[in-house]
T-cell receptor
């Protein structure tokens, strides 16, 4: 089976712009979770989608949003980008809801905000 | 104060040594993951635990929910084990809390 794929792998944006990141889970997986990783804060949980519904959400402002499609692919959107949004954004998929199942991580999207 | 504390934060070991990495929590948890992140950034999920002990190859993970503590043991360590190890914990509200990670370097 193909692993979790994320596109794009690298992205450069400027402050105030918006960005959409994509995650394709492993075939058959219905849960997709998103994480932000920065040197200062480490890994932080953004949100989880299962069967097109947001199941859990971390402590991030409303500028961060996401959705999941019927084929389980997920997108994450960040509006009005700030310099502090520069980070590695990781998604992980699992068969069941991610909190109780082994998660498989994608390679990440490296976002740089200038 | 972080809800999750990992120790040690940095660890250097000689090849072949037995290694232990610890996670302690200040909140009640219902489950925990152990993740391994290599220098290139790729993350691998090693274990998901809600009780007891799990073993996979040279890796052993244990958890004690009541004591709010989990350990990851690596037997016969190898340079390819060099990575950052992270222990996301799941609290009853279904939020994940992350430790800062333990950076392990195994020297040949």
């Amino acid at each position: 089976k193909a692993g979790v794929t994320q596109t794009p792998r690298y992205l450069i944006k400027t402050r105030g712009q918006q960005v959409t990141l994509s995650c394709s889970p492993i075939s058959g997986h219905r849960s997709v979770s998103w994480y932000q990783q920065t040197p200062g804060q480490g890994l932080q949980f953004l949100f989880e989608y299962f069967s097109e519904t947001q199941r859990n959400k971390g402590n991030f402002p409303g500028r961060f949003s996401g959705r999941q499609f019927s084929n389980s692919r997920s997108e994450m959107n960040v509006s009005t980008l700030e310099l502090g949004d520069s980070a590695l954004y990781l998604c992980a998929s699992s068969l069941a809801e991610g909190s109780t199942d082994t998660q498989y991580f994608g390679p990440g999207t490296r976002l740089t905000v200038l | 104060k972080n809800e999750v504390e990992q120790s040690p934060q940095n660890l250097t070991a000689q090849e072949g040594e037995f290694i232990t990495i610890n996670c302690s929590y200040s909140v009640g948890i219902s489950a925990l993951h152990w993740l391994q992140q290599h220098p290139g950034g790729g993350i691998v999920s090693l274990f998901m635990l809600s009780s007891g002990k799990k073993k996979h190859g040279r890796l052993i993970a244990t958890i004690n929910i009541q004591e709010k503590h989990s350990s990851l043991h690596i037997t016969a360590s190898h340079p390819r084990d060099s990575a950052v190890y992270i222990c996301p914990s799941l609290v009853p509200s279904n939020q994940f809390y992350f430790g800062t990670g333990t950076s392990l370097t195994v020297i040949p």
